[in-house]
Nanobody, 125 residues
Framework: QVQLVESGGGLVQAGGSLTLSCADSGRTFSSYAMGWFRQAPGKEREFVAAISGSGSTTYYADSVKGRFTIYRDNAKNTVYLQMYSLKPEDTAVYYC??????????????????WGQGTQVTVSS
């Protein structure tokens, strides 16, 4: 059974930093492009960042570009989201998603087949 487990969420002051982790239970982690999405109450899940299986290609939403960094450690089956200069509007549940095997990077949540349970990020003003 595929399992994606997010961790690292919490409460942080505006302007602060936080790093999220997503651990994959699979044995061929490098074959999967990964992504981070977030969802605030009453709103649709929105794209945050995506990364190719090798880590050589990344995409970012305009709202987080220059503040967030996505990277992965395939030896640890883990993808990370480093967040800095956090704003109250970044408050949301953050989800890690996995694309089908050998799939390319995507900014569309419909293209992701598996999701973690999410981790809450709250930025106070």
């Amino acid at each position: 059974q595929v399992q994606l487990v997010e961790s690292g969420g919490g409460l942080v002051q505006a302007g602060g930093s936080l790093t999220l982790s997503c651990a994959d239970s699979g044995r061929t982690f490098s074959s999967y492009a990964m992504g981070w999405f977030r969802q605030a109450p009453g709103k649709e899940r929105e794209f945050v960042a995506a990364i190719s299986g090798s880590g050589s290609t990344t995409y970012y939403a305009d709202s987080v570009k220059g503040r967030f960094t996505i990277y992965r450690d395939n030896a640890k089956n883990t993808v990370y989201l480093q967040m800095y200069s956090l704003k109250p509007e970044d408050t949301a549940v953050y989800y890690c998603g996995r694309r089908p095997k050998y799939g390319s990077t995507s900014t569309r949540y419909e293209d992701y087949d598996y999701w973690g349970q999410g981790t809450q990020v709250t930025v106070s003003s």
